[in-house]
C-alpha cells in the first residue's frame, strides 16, 4: 500500500512493528477477509444488504457465537427475518422470540421494521457502490467511510454496527468495527498515551479519530485494517 497521511503521525517503529507482527504470526492471515481484499466483488443485492443491516442490529450487545440464539436465527434456512417473512411488528417479534433467549427483542423489532422503510434504493446503491475498490488509500478510506455514516441514519445502527454491515458485505478495506477486542489489544500494547474505553467507542467523533490513527498506522505498516481486525479477533479467540 502506498503511504496515507491521514493525520500525519509520528509512528514510532515499534508500534508499527507491533501491528506487522499481530498479522504476520498467524499462518491464515493471507486467506481472512478474502472479499474485503479483492479489487471488485459481484455487486450484493437488496436482500443481501438486509441480511447486514439485520445481522448487525440483531447481534448487538449480546452473545451471538456459535450455538447461540442470534447465531441460529441468522443463520435460519430459509433465513427467518428476510425481507419477505413478516408484515408487522408483532411478526417480527414472535419470529425473534422463537429463538428464546435474545434479549431486546421488542426493541430489535421496532427498529428492523424502520430499517426496512428506510433501505431505499438510494442507500442500496450507495452500499453497492463500494464493490469496486481499486481505489487510491485515501479516496477509499473517504468512500468507505461515507457509506458508513448514511448507514448510521439506520435504527439501532451506530459507529460500530455501520462497519460491521460493509465488512460482513466484504466491501470494505480500511473502516473496520471497533469493538473491547480491539480496545483491549491496543490498550494492552500501549498503542495510545490514552485508555480506550466502551463509553468512548460510543461517541462518533472519537470513533472516527482512533479509526483515523489506526488506518495511519496500518498504512505505515502496510497492512490493510481489515486485516489487523480479524488479527485481533482472532488472537482473543485463541486464548479462549
Same mark, same amino acid.
Given at each position: 500500500m502506498k503511504k496515507l497521511a491521514v493525520l500525519r503521525l509520528d509512528v514510532p517503529k515499534g508500534v508499527i512493528r507491533k501491528f506487522q507482527s499481530i498479522v504476520e504470526d498467524n499462518p491464515d492471515f493471507a486467506n481472512w477477509r478474502a472479499d474485503n481484499l479483492r479489487d471488485k466483488i459481484e455487486k450484493p443485492t437488496r436482500s443481501e444488504i438486509w441480511w447486514a443491516i439485520a445481522s448487525a442490529r440483531t447481534t448487538s450487545m449480546q452473545k451471538s457465537g456459535e450455538g447461540s440464539s442470534v447465531s441460529r436465527l441468522m443463520h435460519s434456512y430459509p433465513? #427467518? !427475518?428476510?425481507?419477505?417473512?413478516?408484515?408487522?411488528?408483532?411478526? #417480527?417479534?414472535?419470529?425473534?422470540?422463537?429463538?428464546?433467549?435474545?434479549?431486546?427483542?421488542?426493541?430489535?423489532? /421496532?427498529? !428492523?421494521?424502520?430499517?426496512?422503510?428506510?433501505?431505499?434504493?438510494? #442507500?442500496?446503491?450507495?452500499?453497492?457502490? #463500494?464493490?469496486?475498490?481499486?481505489? /487510491?488509500?485515501?479516496?477509499?478510506? %473517504?468512500?468507505?467511510?461515507?457509506?458508513?455514516?448514511?448507514?448510521?441514519?439506520?435504527?439501532?445502527?451506530?459507529? /460500530?454496527? %455501520?462497519?460491521?454491515?460493509?465488512? !460482513? !458485505?466484504?466491501?470494505?478495506r480500511y473502516e473496520i468495527p471497533l469493538d473491547s477486542r480491539v480496545a483491549k489489544w491496543l490498550n494492552n500494547n500501549r498503542i495510545f498515551p490514552f485508555s480506550i474505553s466502551a463509553e468512548l467507542l460510543q461517541d462518533p467523533g472519537f470513533y472516527d479519530y482512533l479509526l483515523d490513527c489506526i488506518q495511519e498506522i496500518c498504512v505505515q505498516a502496510d497492512v490493510y485494517p481489515c486485516l489487523f481486525d480479524q488479527a485481533v479477533f482472532s488472537s482473543f479467540d485463541k486464548k479462549g
Open positions: 433465513y #427467518l !427475518l428476510r425481507l419477505s417473512a413478516w408484515n408487522s411488528e408483532q411478526d #417480527l417479534v414472535e419470529l425473534i422470540e422463537q429463538h428464546g433467549g435474545m434479549r431486546f427483542a421488542n426493541r430489535i423489532a /421496532k427498529d !428492523l421494521v424502520e430499517n426496512r422503510k428506510l433501505l431505499d434504493e438510494e #442507500l442500496v446503491q450507495k452500499v453497492q457502490s #463500494l464493490s469496486t475498490k481499486k481505489q /487510491k488509500a485515501a479516496k477509499q478510506i %473517504s468512500r468507505e467511510r461515507g457509506v458508513a455514516k448514511k448507514l448510521q441514519n439506520l435504527a439501532g445502527i451506530g459507529p /460500530k454496527q %455501520s462497519r460491521n454491515v460493509l465488512q !460482513l !458485505l466484504g466491501l470494505t
